[in-house]
């Protein structure tokens, strides 16, 4: 009867993993290959060669090893906690890493925004086109502007009109001067205008922009400040009481009642760090 019992359960076990683990893994795997794709075109953009295998292998193998490190980096009474928060770190890493990376190249690219406008303009004044305009940019700026340029005419180059290309660069730099440069540029082809006049507006604008936005820095520093305190206080008020005294905290963490309110503490700290932190930070005009 036992063993009867015990077959049922073994093949039905087996029936349930054959039919439902083998969809889950696929749609997974498949998530995965998709996410690699758009990392790998996005890294491509910003002249940095990956292979998408590579990509894949991270994504795959990333979670796993940070899920391992948090099983054997956290207590015993929390290994869960350490598993989850392991492979969602691995999980989300390559991302935020490229969008670090996309953040980076984009300021840098603003910073020298004021150069090839300048450029551009002295360009035009000597009675260059402003084909011949862009490929002076090209030549003379430092990367990432020389890269991004570079691409822009080589796709004018093999038929595609100069708006379609300005706008698959506004596409890859969203950056409001950029946008401002397109639409003088834009205009100026189609009704006419003196490009080296406004170019030089635009240039004055970027650098009031630049002040104003430094002294917004620099009045809303006390509350980023602020929010980053309150983000370390709570770990470093939890690290000293446990050196102190091990078992502090074995109510809190042991009763259901201790670890709802533990997590609504957690919610609540993130919460107000993250409304600290919006509230401090102003987008770019």
Same mark, same amino acid.
């Given at each position: 009867?036992?063993?009867?019992?015990?077959?049922?359960?073994?093949?039905?076990?087996?029936?349930?993993?054959?039919?439902?683990?083998?969809?889950?893994?696929?749609?997974?795997?498949?998530?995965?290959?998709?996410?690699?794709?758009?990392?790998?075109?996005?890294?491509?953009?910003?002249?940095?060669?990956?292979?998408?295998?590579?990509?894949?292998?991270?994504?795959?193998?990333?979670?796993?090893?940070?899920?391992?490190?948090?099983?054997?980096?956290?207590?015993?009474?929390?290994?869960?906690?350490?598993?989850?928060?392991?492979?969602?770190?691995?999980?989300?890493?390559?991302?935020?890493?490229?969008?670090?990376?996309?953040?980076?190249?984009?300021?840098?690219?603003?910073?020298?925004?004021?150069?090839?406008?300048? +450029?551009? /303009?002295?360009?035009?004044?000597?009675? %260059?086109? &402003?084909?011949?305009? !862009? *490929? #002076?940019?090209?030549?003379? @700026?430092?990367?990432?502007?020389?890269?991004?340029?570079?691409?822009?005419?080589?796709?004018?180059?093999?038929?595609?009109?100069?708006?379609?290309?300005?706008?698959?660069?506004?596409?890859?730099?969203?950056?409001?001067?950029?946008?401002?440069?397109?639409?003088?540029?834009?205009?100026?082809?189609?009704?006419?205008?003196?490009?080296?006049?406004?170019?030089?507006?635009?240039?004055?604008?970027?650098?009031?922009?630049?002040?104003?936005?430094?002294?917004?820095?620099?009045?809303?520093?006390?509350?980023?400040?602020?929010?980053?305190?309150?983000?370390?206080?709570?770990?470093?008020?939890?690290?000293?009481?446990?050196?102190?005294?091990?078992?502090?905290?074995?109510?809190? +963490?042991? /009763?259901?009642?201790?670890?709802?309110? %533990?997590? &609504?503490?957690?919610? !609540? *700290? #993130?919460?107000?760090?993250? @409304?600290?932190?919006?509230?401090?930070?102003?987008?770019?005009?």
């Amino acid at each position: 009867m036992w063993l009867i019992i015990m077959l049922l359960i073994f093949g039905s076990v087996a029936v349930f993993s054959f039919s439902v683990i083998p969809p889950i893994y696929g749609n997974i795997e498949e998530m995965n290959k998709r996410r690699s794709r758009e990392l790998a075109e996005r890294m491509d953009e910003m002249f940095i060669k990956v292979r998408v295998r590579r990509v894949i292998l991270f994504y795959t193998v990333g979670p796993i090893i940070l899920a391992v490190t948090g099983f054997m980096a956290f207590p015993a009474e929390i290994k869960l906690l350490g598993v989850v928060a392991g492979a969602v770190v691995g999980f989300l890493a390559p991302s935020v890493y490229v969008k670090f990376l996309t953040q980076k190249r984009t300021a840098k690219f603003e910073d020298q925004l004021v150069d090839t406008l300048m +450029i551009l /303009s002295s360009s035009l004044k000597g009675g %260059l086109s &402003l084909i011949q305009a !862009l *490929e #002076v940019v090209k030549e003379e @700026m430092p990367a990432p502007v020389s890269q991004e340029f570079g691409t822009l005419l080589g796709e004018n180059k093999m038929g595609i009109s100069l708006e379609e290309s300005f706008a698959r660069l506004y596409s890859r730099m969203p950056s409001t001067a950029l946008h401002h440069m397109i639409t003088a540029i834009l205009l100026a082809r189609e009704t006419g205008g003196n490009l080296p006049v406004i170019f030089s507006r635009i240039v004055t604008t970027i650098r009031e922009n630049k002040k104003i936005k430094q002294n917004i820095d620099n009045l809303t520093l006390q509350g980023k400040i602020q929010g980053v305190v309150m983000s370390i206080l709570p770990i470093a008020f939890a690290a000293v009481v446990t050196s102190s005294n091990k078992n502090f905290f074995d109510q809190l +963490i042991n /009763s259901d009642v201790g670890r709802m309110l %533990l997590i &609504l503490a957690v919610f !609540l *700290e #993130v919460l107000g760090v993250f @409304m600290i932190w919006r509230i401090s930070t102003f987008k770019e005009f």
